[in-house]
């Protein structure tokens, strides 16, 4: 039986039903890789009132060019390794230990979110059911992780979506930007207002 296809959450202006606004805390990758410091920063979090911890997966042999990923770190004293990719390896949390911190999440009644940049993280993540997912705007246009969001979770997905019909696909993407239609925001996609 085929998947019904999901629909934009608001149709017309008549639709628009106030819900109270959630405070999410940013973490990232400021947990430095270590998962005791994410831990913390969500106990920070979640006494600070906020509603959501939000932490970052990437996949960085995936995300980056093989001339990203052996290029040196833009900061040197920033870095966690020798070139930018082993910079970003040593960021990363395995899937595991988000599934972890999702759990910690409930145990301190926190809800758990996470940025994915790449098709890997984006299952990875999905696989974990979160509430909600959010694309960064540097991968808004990568059409295959859109798809993957689109097809296989059934969360929301918060995202700087696309504005203009000319814009450039992820250099990693195999589908044809004519196959989907740039005047029409991908599937629950929470648009930010024009600047």
Request: aromatic letters at 6%; hydrophobic letters at 30%.
């Amino acid at each position: 039986m085929a998947k019904e296809p999901k629909r934009a959450r608001i149709d017309t202006a008549a639709s628009l039903v106030y819900h109270q606004p959630r405070v999410m805390a940013e973490i990232g990758c400021n947990h430095m890789g270590d998962l005791e410091i994410a831990k913390e920063l969500l106990l920070l979090a979640k006494a600070s009132g906020c509603d959501y911890g939000k932490f970052q997966k990437r996949n960085p042999k995936e995300l980056l060019t093989a001339e990203q990923y052996a290029a040196p770190h833009p900061n040197p004293r920033n870095s966690y390794g020798d070139t930018y990719g082993a910079h970003r390896e040593f960021l990363e949390l395995t899937v595991e230990q988000h599934a972890e911190l999702k759990e910690y999440c409930g145990t301190i009644g926190l809800g758990y979110s996470c940025s994915v940049w790449d098709c890997t993280s984006a299952r990875e993540i999905v696989s974990l059911k979160p509430d909600l997912i959010k694309v960064g705007s540097p991968s808004n246009t990568h059409w295959d992780m859109q798809e993957i969001l689109r097809d296989e979770y059934d969360g929301d997905v918060h995202s700087e979506c696309p504005r203009h019909p000319a814009a450039q696909p992820h250099p990693h993407d195999s589908t044809p930007l004519s196959l989907l239609s740039p005047a029409t925001p991908p599937p629950r996609c929470h648009q930010s207002p024009p600047a």
